[in-house]
């Protein structure tokens, strides 16, 4: 159903996501530059706060730290944009007449251009502070293939609960705040309690990051488990999130 509606909307898809971004960027005269700068800016300021004053023994630690930070944002900033993005098109929706699963689908292909811009980051500093570049680099787009299923999943459950309950705007951002501090962003895991790093283990960002940081920084090829993990997160959110979907969206004139 997914690649069906894509497929057949795909100039509509194109005009929506084109729209997000000039809005995004409307007024800015660094425009997409910033999708760079941001992780940048914000990599230098963690850095020095958790090389320094908390002093975390991790190599490489600007790379582990955008491995960890890049994807999160765009979890966050991809499910936080589907889960508005109803309400946001009432407009549209009452007016035309097309798939509305299309809708959130655009908010995170828009976020999704903003991640791609964003990994160019990563490059930068590897070759700013000289890291070794190994071939596993070539498999980044893996963990990427998963993490956006799972933004994706997550944002169409989310834009459902967002239509009914307005309320959700206001939770979710606490939410991601403490998903944040339950992924290894800045930390390494085994800095926290045994008994906390169970828990973590459940949160699908971490073995994103992790995946992630395996091909960038560390050149490990990532075994069997860590693709059926990712990708088990991947089908469970996207399963969850198109069933509930799809029964939710019959009533969705009532709410918007």
Known sequence: MLFKVVYKYRWLLQQLVA????????????????????????MIVVSIIFSYIFRFDIDNFPIYLLCGQIPFNFFAESTGMAM??????????????????????SKVLSS?????????????VIIATHTKIYWTILLFPIPIIYLFFICLGVGLFMSVLGTYFKDMFYLYSIFTQILMYFTPIFY???????????????????????????????????????NVVCMAFAILAM??????????????????
């Open 239 to 256: 399963g969850i999130g198109m069933y509930t979907f799809k029964k939710g969206e019959k009533d969705f004139l009532l709410y918007i």
């Open 19 to 42: 729209r997000d971004l000039n809005v995004k960027y409307k007024r800015s005269y660094l425009g997409y530059l910033w999708s760079l700068l941001n992780p940048l800016l914000m």
């Open 188 to 226: 390494p895991i085994n800095a926290v309690p045994e008994q906390v790093q169970f828990f973590i283990k459940f949160n699908p960002m971490y073995h994103i990051a992790n995946y992630f940081r395996d091909v960038v920084l560390y050149g490990n090829i990532p075994s069997l488990r860590d």
């Open 84 to 105: 508005q993005s109803i309400t946001q098109s009432a407009g549209l929706i009452n007016k035309v007449s097309l798939p509305k699963l299309i809708i959130p689908l």
């Open 112 to 124: 999704f251009v903003n991640l791609l811009l964003a990994l160019v980051a990563i490059l930068i």
